[in-house]
């Protein structure tokens, strides 16, 4: 096996059926989500993970707002929120004071601190509860394609069919590579030391050396996780290099340098740097290849969006697939996971590209970023940046239409309770406020509920498995064209 590039050929299994529907390469938040959304269709999902046990150390992530409601449309919200801490929606983009907007458009406005392996813990086993088998061990070396299906052969030298494959195998993806696809973008110019440790300092003295030195260096903070822990991010001393891990005199030096003081710090529970590289995959799909997560964008975690773009992806990319899979897919609609995601991503690297700039310490960057700052005060400026940052804001081209047309929709309140309760099972929805509209012929993948106190300012809303709306109005004749359009032909 040589190449991963599409041959265009019938396989040398003949008709034989398929190991798996879907093959998974990584079990990171996006791999496992990604798992548990072609479960919920009944699609046979394989998910490759390199790693023998779960991650040693505690990195703390932040989920935003609209990683936060796909969690409540899946019933996964309440088992988060358990191990997370809440904080506010304030000082998102590129750390610039400020309160949260009033009235953000969404019933969980808040961000939740949480440790990324209790992330994948609760992802993972979502999924294998729904019936995805998860190999831990086992690694994607080499693959290829045709025009049934893709070939995949493990590190171990196992060979395993499948119809697709998936790379969620982060930012040095194997499969990627494999691909042939390009991931043009920017190097890392500047690193950065983050990490989490024991703290001995006093707490206000903490505070106080951490406000005088993000007056000139905005890299740079020690931020409370409880019980003496802390996360702390300095910038590394120049000509360093990402191929060795920082050891914990690294971060006294540092620290030192940055502030006179190293805090006492000790017991780290993780020590790691980042760098500020930026990269897009050229494209996200070749054949019955596709790409997620990091494996199709890399950028400086700054603003926290990494782990919730992939996330996002996923819930994009699943219901999608699985309609390929099942037979009901419009011919197009495996296309619009790359067309309504790949933009998305743009958007996060051009922002954490201009967060990066606002965190330099020359007097230039000082200076905007002094004048972002009073311009945050502006109810309008700080809500847009919240947004962006959140992914509350996403809007997918779905042509010309209301404002409401393809962005997704908040969990309000319906007759039977909260909308994102009817959502668990990944299908679409038809909210009707007239009660005179079918969902006919798409009963199979769509549910109908008839309710005139649904708190919407239009007579009736299609939603997709995602929670973007699809169709707004009253007329049928318009809604089966819709219909038709994200859930094809109708059945019968």
């Excluded at 620290?255 to 805090?263: E, M, N, S």
């Excluded at 740097?273 to 996200?284: I, N, P, S, V």
């Excluded at 019955?288 to 819930?315: E, S």
């Excluded at 997709?464 to 007329?475: E, F, S």
Aim: charged fraction near 25%; include cysteine.
């Amino acid at each position: 096996m040589t190449s991963g590039q599409y041959t265009a050929q019938p396989s040398s299994h003949g008709t034989a059926e398929p190991d798996f529907d879907v093959i998974i390469a990584g079990c990171g938040p996006t791999g496992a989500m990604l798992a548990a959304e072609l479960r919920l269709h009944d699609v046979r999902v394989l998910v490759l993970e390199q790693e023998t046990e779960p991650a040693s150390f505690v990195r703390i992530v932040t989920l935003h707002m609209r990683s936060l409601e796909l969690m409540a449309m899946r019933g996964l919200l309440d088992r988060l929120l358990r191990h997370g801490r809440r904080r506010p929606v304030g000082g998102v983009f590129a750390a610039l004071p400020g309160p949260a907007p009033e009235g953000l458009d969404s019933d969980h406005a808040y961000l939740l601190g949480i440790p990324q392996p209790v992330v994948v813990r609760l992802l993972e086993e979502h999924a294998a509860g729904l019936g995805a088998r998860v190999r831990h061990g086992a690694a994607v070396a080499d693959f290829e394609q045709d025009d049934e299906g893709v070939t995949v052969a493990q590190a171990g030298g196992e060979r395993l069919r499948a119809r697709y494959l998936v790379g969620c195998d982060g930012g040095r993806s194997t499969v990627r590579k494999r691909l042939g696809v390009g991931s043009p973008g920017e190097p890392s110019r500047n690193e950065t030391l983050m990490g989490e440790m024991r703290v001995s300092a006093p707490p206000e003295e903490i505070a106080a050396a951490v406000a005088a030195v993000r007056e000139t260096e905005p890299r740079f903070w020690l931020r409370p996780f409880g019980e003496g822990i802390y996360s702390v991010v300095v910038p590394a001393a120049a000509g360093g290099t990402r191929a060795q891990p920082p050891t914990l005199e690294d971060f006294r030096q540092r620290l030192r340098a940055v502030a006179g003081t190293d805090f006492g710090v000790h017991s780290p529970r993780r020590l790691s740097r980042f760098g500020d590289a930026t990269r897009l995959a050229e494209r996200y799909r070749a054949g019955r290849v596709l790409l997620a997560g990091d494996a199709a964008h890399i950028h400086p975690p700054i603003g926290g969006q990494g782990l919730n773009l992939g996330v996002q992806d996923a819930v994009n990319l699943g219901w999608k697939l699985a309609a390929q899979i099942r037979g009901w897919a419009p011919d197009t609609l495996l296309d619009t996971y790359e067309s309504e995601r790949r933009p998305v991503a743009e958007e996060v690297l051009d922002n954490t590209r201009a967060q990066t700039e606002l965190l330099s310490p020359e007097p230039g960057p000082r200076a905007v970023r002094r004048l972002l700052t009073e311009l945050m005060g502006i109810d309008e400026v700080n809500r847009r940046l919240v947004e962006k940052i959140t992914a509350t804001g996403v809007r997918y081209d779905f042509g010309a239409g209301p404002g409401l047309l393809g962005r997704r929709l908040r969990d309000i309140e319906v007759a039977q309770g909260r909308l994102y309760d009817l959502l668990h099972r990944g299908r679409g929805l038809l909210l009707d406020r007239t009660g005179r509209l079918t969902v006919g012929g798409w009963s199979d993948r769509v549910d109908h509920l008839a309710d005139p106190t649904a708190a919407l300012d239009v007579p009736c809303v299609l939603l997709r498995p995602d929670g973007h709306v699809a169709w707004t109005g009253d007329d049928q004749r318009d809604l089966d064209g819709h219909l038709s359009r994200w859930f094809g032909r109708p059945a019968g």
